[in-house]
């Protein structure tokens, strides 16, 4: 099971940290996807801080033991959104349960 | 580019079964497996399974196991999920996303597909 906080609240141009916790983390790697209501998942994070082409720089990501993070440094009202953290598990998909991003 | 075209809204009874497709185009079918997940209303992302587009293996998730059938057609290159027994829990958006097997991340998902299971 992967767990991440329900909600996270940043200021526009502030820094927003979203964590991902699990013992499926450990020594395996994890995915970010960014959900914008009524679009599809679009990945942002993969291999624990790799970023697709097209996702801007101030997205990162970060892995520790078994907790991953995802960071997006000057926040911008466009980021606002569901994010999923994701990693396998025996050759089976675990998503976590979402973090709603505000930018108020 | 790559895409993965997803077929129409759906409508069910309880009990039915449905069939949801996703063709692919801009890449090299069999060179990358598909994978299935749902999301019911308001909640979050759920893995239903894969299929791998070369050697048509399959890995369903045990929630599922018995109920859905994942294939494919390489010759259109549209992938398939079959889900059957459905109930009003079955109520979801379903979407195809292009990835298969541990560590591969899924980096292209369809538009989604929205199955209704009603009365």
């Known amino acids: 099971e992967l767990t991440q906080p329900p909600s996270v609240s940043v200021s526009p141009g502030q820094t927003a940290r979203i964590t991902c916790s699990g013992d499926?983390?450990?020594?395996?790697?994890a995915c970010w996807y960014q959900q914008k209501p009524g679009q599809s998942p679009v990945m942002v994070m993969y291999?624990?801080?790799k970023r697709p082409s097209g996702i801007p720089d101030r997205f990162s990501g970060s892995h520790s033991g078994n907790t991953a993070a995802l960071t997006i440094s000057g926040t911008q009202a466009m980021d606002e959104a569901d994010y999923y953290c994701q990693a396998w598990d025996s050759s089976t998909v675990l998503f976590g349960g979402g973090t709603k991003l505000t930018v108020l | 580019q790559v895409k993965l075209v997803q077929s129409g809204a759906e409508v069910r009874k309880p009990g039915a079964s449905v069939k949801v497709s996703c063709r692919a185009s801009?890449?090299?079918?069999?060179?990358?497996?598909i994978s299935w997940m749902r999301q019911a209303p308001g909640q979050g992302l759920e893995w239903m399974g894969w299929i791998s587009t070369n050697s048509g293996n399959t890995r369903y998730s045990q929630k599922f196991q018995g109920r859905v059938t994942m294939t494919t057609d390489t010759s259109t290159t549209t992938a398939f999920m079959d889900l059957t027994s459905l109930t009003f829990d079955d109520t979801a958006m379903y979407y195809c996303?292009?990835?298969?097997?541990?560590?591969?991340?899924?980096?292209?998902w369809g538009q989604g597909t929205l199955v209704t299971v009603s009365s």
């Open positions: 801009g890449y090299t079918f069999t060179s990358h497996g």
């Open positions: 996303a292009r990835g298969y097997g541990s560590g591969i991340p899924f980096d292209f």
């Open positions: 499926e983390l450990v020594n395996k790697y």
């Open positions: 291999q624990d801080n």
